[in-house]
């Protein structure tokens, strides 16, 4: 059931984590990256006029999506990918719309690849193949299998009896790297002449290829580039990029002694975090990964499998940063960063704060604010079928500033939403918002408020 590649991979992970080689970060050594490591977004040069430089440069380009994961937290059974985000499209149809209407405009082969999961693999080759027909070339290949640990006495716990699915688990998106070489893709891509793959999580609506960062890579010849943005409140637990001892490297909340974790969350000191947009030159993946070079910081996560405690060990992408040559970050606008990891976040993308464009999601120019509003939805709305059946349609919410709904509430069809709003069902009370309310800055407790 698992491969030499596999086996390799997860005995020589284990061993690293027995070892117990994580260095302590010297919390005194942290040094603020400067511009020259981590680029303003604005300083980057223009990316070529002339259509044709641009197709070249697009010809050197593959996107990666991280297609591992389940929708499970939004209540859904299969890939989380194809959940529908809008108008009746799911993640996937967006990315595959997005890089088809790049392939035509500028005449390029722009290829993508997903990397899935055992978890997610079926049901993606069964989606795909709805685009055989787009003028897009799909690769899917999966990410390693490893199996779970038994905590107690660190044997595999598939040789324990438990041979189903729940004895194994996929090791985290730094996987990527060595999966990209043991399938064969990279070797493939590499023969296309491809040089650039642009990594992102597949939830994600804000990672949309970017010409002048691939312009500014290749020009520099900068083997890594990681896309972080300026912190805000809700990012205080995002990893950020620091200089240390002459490398730039990844710091990540886990990483952070118990007496300064304060200090991390802080909005002065670390100003940006990691959105997971990654750019990676692929020949030296190739060589980093053939090196075995790829010591990335192991994540240990517990978990609990009919009442036994296990261990996965996992690696972040990100933190590969420090391998790579001329690694940089781009300090991106936060429009390149629109996870969707909850049901708030569907509403967001769902309103009129956005549009549609070609695949493309587009924040809606007459919403003042630069940041979006802050929603908060409880339990009832936290499965998609519920979610969608407790709003009739989703309220105009380009003047709103925050939101929190608790409780059995119900939203009619063309509600607007405005300023700062508390809606709190009292218990066992079933509370319906009726079509075309209006409501700006207020608590509501029962119809009476309304």
Not at 43 to 64: C, F, G, M, N, S
Not at 93 to 101: A, F, K, M
Not at 398 to 424: H, N, P, Q, R, Y
Request: net charge negative; glycine share 8%; hydrophobic share 40%.
């Amino acid at each position: 059931q698992i491969s030499e590649n596999e086996k390799a991979g997860f005995t020589s992970l284990v061993s690293r984590y027995l070892s117990g080689e994580a260095e302590q970060i010297e919390w005194s050594k942290i040094q603020t990256p400067t511009d020259e490591v981590v680029v303003p977004f604005d300083t980057l040069a223009p990316a070529p006029e002339d259509l044709d430089a641009k197709r070249k440069l697009l010809d050197k380009l593959v996107v990666l999506k991280l297609n591992g994961g389940l929708g499970t937290t939004m209540g859904c059974t299969g890939p989380k990918s194809v959940i529908e985000v809008r108008n009746g499209f799911t993640f996937l149809d967006l990315i595959v719309i997005q890089i088809e209407s790049l392939n035509k405009k500028y005449g390029c082969n722009v290829p993508l690849l997903l990397m899935n999961s055992f978890n997610t693999h079926d049901d993606t080759q069964k989606i795909v193949e709805k685009y055989s027909n787009s003028n897009i070339e799909i690769h899917t290949f999966n990410q390693s299998q490893y199996p779970r640990i038994v905590t107690e006495d660190f044997l595999p716990l598939p040789s324990k009896g438990k041979t189903g699915k729940d004895g194994w688990y996929p090791p985290g998106h730094g996987d990527v790297f060595p999966s990209l070489n043991n399938s064969g893709k990279l070797d493939t891509l590499l023969s296309q002449g491809k040089e650039y793959v642009f990594v992102a999580n597949s939830d994600n609506l804000g990672a949309i290829v970017d010409i002048k960062i691939l312009n500014h890579l290749i020009h520099n010849q900068n083997e890594y580039c990681m896309e972080v943005t300026p912190k805000t409140l809700a990012d205080v637990k995002g990893g950020t990029l620091i200089s240390y001892e002459g490398r730039v490297q990844l710091l990540e909340i886990a990483q952070v002694p118990d007496e300064h974790v304060n200090e991390f969350k802080s909005i002065e000191k670390f100003k940006i975090f990691n959105t997971n947009n990654l750019w990676v030159n692929l020949k030296a993946i190739k060589r980093l990964v053939e090196a075995e070079a790829l010591k990335m910081e192991i994540i240990p996560n517990p978990k609990e499998v009919d009442g036994v405690k296990v261990l996965q060990l996992e690696t972040a992408a990100g933190a590969a940063i420090r391998f790579f040559e001329k690694a940089i970050g781009i300090n991106v606008p936060r429009s390149r960063f629109l996870p969707v990891k909850a049901t708030s976040d569907l509403l967001l993308v769902q309103s009129d704060l956005y549009t549609l464009v070609d695949g493309f999601v587009i924040r809606n120019p007459a919403r003042a604010n630069p940041a979006n509003p802050s929603i908060e939805l409880g339990p009832e709305f936290k499965k998609v079928a519920n979610f969608l059946a407790r709003f009739k349609s989703i309220p105009s919410i380009v003047e709103l500033d925050s939101l929190k709904v608790s409780g059995d509430v119900w939203f009619g069809s063309g509600i607007t939403l405005k300023g700062k709003l508390t809606i709190a069902a009292k218990s066992g009370v079933k509370l319906e918002i009726p079509d075309g309310t209006v409501l700006e800055n207020k608590d509501i407790n029962g119809p009476e408020d309304l």
